[in-house]
Every structure is written in structure tokens, then in C-alpha cells.
């Protein structure tokens, strides 16, 4: 039934466990990059137990036309993981088994379970014929011998729900349809050239390191829209100015069978903006002239782009139709746009090259072109002192692109931050609202899944399995993903759920009170080795706050690993220590005894930077005579011995 088909698919942060991404054919633009693996090797089951159940290397000779019968594997391409059966059961489904990732993504950990065996679903076919694109399929894991299959009945599908749509290894048959999105060889003769799935970023010609990107305010969910503020705009795309993630784009292909196809003049794609997971698009709205003159006659008469404002803004997947968010490059003033009914069947033509090519961006209904007017002056700003941006039937030279390929990092990073930023903001929205939402089960383990991951994404590299130049290649790379995170306001966002979750965490769940140690955790990952970080929350306010944390019956260790961060990466911190401040790490030393990260928290106030700090230690000096209990008492003793 087309009505039940859905897309084998997986978030791959936050959650482990595959799902089923609705039907394409639907109004909603599905998003293939979730959706997407890649075969990464082909043999006979026989082979398969030959050669150690281990991934073979490519050089080996792996094959390269799929055959009925043989085991595959497949990794998915957002996570670079392997696609496996996992050890866990679902709740409705004690004979089944969840289907996920690896935790590593190295071929160490490949097994039985990696493996599936392709059998075919039609009688038309039998084992040991080519697989072609498009065929039914049956997916059998080699480790249980299950058929890969969904978890719900055909009648009761809901594309909305991701939980109950998982997908298991179970004993119902399920038929998969195999279908090609792009071909390797073909995309590695072609080096250089964008590709559909390519994340990049449009340069202004003529504006230097502009680039199109979407205002903050646009990308800030907790700010209701405002119509005086554009979408849409020319920024600065460096990492300083913040707008780094703000500037990425995900070419998305329209038209074409091969949705990673090559990238050629006229052809049609759509532009998914990375951190917010919206479509750039146009919208249409109608001029209306109050003080006209103009007989209504010739009102009818006259073009409709007199009577039609085109504006670039940002479209919801709901509103991103073909008609508002198809767009396309030309090399030429003209415009031409070749939008065809009939789909491509072959990759297409290498055409707009990275860095190279000078391209117009067209939207394919309309055929206006999107741009700005370098202007001296400044007219084209509006009041944010924002760079508009136009579009205009006629092109001018100031119109040009050059298409950048994104970095790896910022743009893995804008994804991670969209999907975290949806959990956190809809968490604290339930939790503000008091609904009973906030804590079922599924969404508090949803954002327990996250947090967890993300505490992972920002650990630190170890020294002592590392050489220096790969330690200190990991140490840059996290704090380029700290300051990422900065910037996109995900330490206020993480401060804003800490606080809605600490006023209700004594009368909640234990999944609660892990959720509330697990934001702190979070908040010295993000904030770790960072002085820019730390020097947001280098306030008396904020370590009043923390402060006050210690003496909860909720206290947890991860508080005490924020204090710590703060006095060890910014030590201006310890001019705003007080007395108070001190006395309530002390008590936390009578009431828990010696804990050892306690006792390093009072060495850090001692020194900074290798200088005494004399009025910090002469009160903790003061405050621990009090209790000498905490002390180890020593006298000496006159006493001569002779040794011989």
C-alpha cells in the first residue's frame, strides 16, 4: 500500500535505534540524509565465515554487483556507523530484536550481526541473479536469522510518531525496495564538483566573505517572528562573527532519480538550511495601493510582477512546496531554467565546480534572481543594519555566487545543535506549561539520550593513548565545538532547562534527577578548558547559584566539576569568591566527609596561577580549625633513640 511505505532511516545522536521516515511522496520534503547508507561490502555467507566475519578492504577487491543470497553491509552515512541487530528487545515485541548502530564505527566491532542476507521477494527472481535498483527485497540477519521489519501493523502507520515506528528484527516479513542515490566511481572521477547531499556555502562575489545566511533572530526558536526582520541576509561567515552555522546549506535535488547526483546548470534542487532544518524559499505577496488613481481596468491589464512582491524568507517543511523552494544555478544572465517532468536517470553532468564557478541563483517558478545591490550608501540595509537581500527580474553583476564546500566539523556541528536544541526546547516548553508531557517516558528519554551523547561529543581526549600531535589536533577540534556551541546560544539554552528542572527535581522521578545531573555534566563538558566559556558565568550571580547547588538534596558531583572548571580556567572568578561561598563548600566537607573533588576544589581557591592567593587561604584556614574533626591532629614528641 503507498500509504504505508516509509524510508529505513535513523537520527544516529541522541538515539541508536532505526526508524521509518515517511513516504517521499508526501507533501513534506523527507530529508535523505538521514536516510541514506552506503553498501559497504557484498560476499557469500560462505566467504563471510571464511574471512573472519571482518570488513574487507576495498583494495581486496570487493564486489561490486549485488547478487541474491549474499550478505551485506551496510553503513549509514551521517553517523559513519554500521548498521547492526542489537541486543535489546522492544517492549511490545519480546521475541524481536531493535535494529541500530555500532557504537564504534571502525570495522573491529563488525560480527554476525553486521550481516544481512539479501533474498528476493518476487518469484521473478531467485537466488544468484543481480540485484536491480528498485527490486523487493527480503533482509535477514545472519546472527538470529530475523527478517528486518517494521513494528507496526500496515493500518495503524503513523509518519508523525518516530516511536512507534521503529524498525526490528523480528520473524514478519517486510519487503525493502533497494534504490540507488548515487554511484562512487562516478563521483570519484568527478573531484571537486557539487554533488546533491553536499553541504556549502554561497559567497558573495562582490561583497568579500559575505555570505547568504540566516539572521540569528530567524534561527533564536524562543523569539516569536517578527515581520520587520528579514529571514534571509549577507553576513560575515567567519566563526567570530557567529554566523558560521548560520551560513550552511544542504543541496537537496529535485527532478532527478539519483538524489546525490551531479549538480548542472538548470537543474533543480532545493536549499535546507542545516541548523534549523528549514527550506529557503520565496514568498509571494500582493502589492496594494492605497492612493491610486489607476482605473480598475487597467489594474487587470497590467504585469502580474506589478502586483506580486517576491521576498526570500526562510519555509517550514509544511510550506517548502516545489513551486516556493525549487531553485537552480545558471552561468549567465539569461536565467534559463530547464525544469522537465521526466526525471533524470543517470547522475547528470558535472557542471558548478567548488570555488570555481560563478553562478546566479534562480528560483525555477518565477525565474527571479536572488541578490543585493552593492551599495556605498547603505539603502539596501534595513534597521537591524542587516544586508538585505533581493530578488529582481533583471540580474545585475552584483548577483554572482561562488559555491564553497563546507568544513566537516561546523556542519556535523549545526546538525547536532538543531536536532539537541528541538529536544531542550521542548522539554523546557512542557515543563514551563505544566503538562503532562514533560514527563512521559519517551520524550524524558529522548533528551536522556541526548545529553549523554552530547556529554561523549565533548569529552576530553586522553594524553596517555594519544601522541602529542594527535592530542593536540583532538584538544583543537573540541574547542571549536565548544565555541560553536556558544555561539548558537547553547549554554543559556542548557541554563534555562537546569533551572526549570532544578525547582521540580526533589518531587520528580528518578529519570528526572538524572536528567538534572546529567545538564551539569553537560554544562563542564561545554564549558571545560575554555576561558571564552567560562568567562560567561565569571559572575557572583551565577556562582551564588552553583553555589547554593551544594547544599540540595539533590547534590551531585557534576556541580562541584562547574565550580572547578570556573577556578581553573577563569581565574577571575576568585575575586568574586566571598566568605559565604566558603563556608558552604566547608559544610559540604562536614556533611559528606573527605570527598576527595572537595578537597580539590579548596586547593584550587589556595592558588592561581602559581601565586598564593593569602585572603582565600587564611579563611579556609579559619574555617576548618572550627571543625578539627576534618584535620589530621600531629604533635611532636621529644624522644632520642640510639640506633646502634
Known sequence: ?????????????????????????????????????????????????????????????????????????????????????????PSTDKLAYNIGFTDQPDKSSVDESCWFQVHPASKQRSEGEKVRAGDDVFLVNIAN????????????????????????????????????????????EAIGYVNGGDTVRLLHRHRGEDCLAVTARSCDRSIRADRTTPDVCYEPGDQESGSLLRSLWRVELLKMRFGWGFTSWGQWFRLRHVATGKFLGVKVTSRISVASTTPPSSLVTEGRSNRERHTVALLDPSEATMDASAFCFSNSQNGHVSGSDVKEDSMGTPQVKFGDSEVYLVHCLSGRFVGSIVSERGRHRNLQGLKKVLMQEEPHK???????????????????????????????????????????????????????????????????????????????????????????????????????????????????????????????????????????????????????????????????????????????VLNIITEDHIKAIVRLLITNGRDAKVMKLLSSLCVCQGVAMRDKQRLIYHHLLTCRDLLLQTSLHDCVRCLH
Open 398 to 572: 552584483s548577483f554572482v555566487f561562488t559555491v564553497t564546500r563546507a568544513a566537516e566539523e561546523p556542519a556535523k556541528a549545526a546538525a547536532i545543535i538543531q536536532l539537541s536544541e528541538d529536544i531542550m526546547r521542548s522539554y523546557v516548553h512542557k515543563m514551563v506549561l505544566k503538562t503532562s508531557d514533560c514527563s512521559s517516558p519517551y520524550l524524558q528519554d529522548k533528551l536522556l539520550c541526548i545529553l549523554s551523547d552530547l556529554i561523549h561529543y565533548f569529552r576530553m581526549p586522553q594524553p596517555q593513548f594519544l601522541s602529542h600531535d594527535e592530542y593536540q589536533q583532538q584538544l583543537c577540534v573540541l574547542t571549536e565545538r565548544q565555541h560553536l556551541f556558544q555561539k548558537q546560544g547553547m549554554l543559556v539554552l542548557t541554563l534555562a532547562v537546569i533551572e526549570e528542572t532544578g525547582k521540580i527535581c526533589r518531587l520528580c522521578n528518578e529519570t528526572t534527577q538524572s536528567i538534572h545531573h546529567k545538564l551539569y555534566a553537560l554544562l563542564a563538558a561545554m564549558i571545560r578548558r575554555n576561558h571564552n566559556n567560562c568567562r560567561e558565568f565569571a559572575t557572583c550571580e551565577w556562582l551564588t547559584v552553583f553555589i547554593k547547588q551544594l547544599s540540595m538534596p539533590t547534590f551531585t558531583h557534576d556541580v562541584l566539576e562547574v565550580i572547578q572548571c570556573l577556578l581553573t580556567d577563569s581565574p577571575e
Open 1 to 89: 500500500d503507498a500509504m504505508t511505505r516509509g524510508y529505513l532511516a535513523a537520527e544516529g545522536f541522541g538515539s541508536q535505534v532505526c526508524h521509518l521516515q515517511l513516504d517521499p511522496r508526501s507533501k513534506e520534503p523527507y530529508d535523505l540524509w538521514k536516510c541514506t547508507f552506503q553498501l559497504e561490502d557484498a560476499l557469500s555467507v560462505h566467504a563471510m565465515y571464511t574471512q573472519g566475519l571482518k570488513s574487507r578492504d576495498k583494495k581486496q577487491g570487493s564486489r561490486k554487483i549485488l547478487i541474491y543470497g549474499h550478505a551485506v553491509l551496510l553503513r549509514h552515512i551521517s553517523t559513519k556507523k554500521l548498521l547492526r541487530c542489537l541486543p535489546t528487545s
Open 145 to 188: 536469522e530475523r527478517f528486518l521489519s517494521s513494528s507496526f501493523p500496515a493500518a495503524e502507520f503513523d509518519p508523525a510518531s518516530a516511536a512507534k515506528n521503529t524498525v526490528l528484527a523480528s520473524f514478519v516479513q517486510c519487503m525493502w525496495a533497494l534504490h540507488i542515490v548515487c554511484s562512487g566511481s562516478a563521483k570519484e
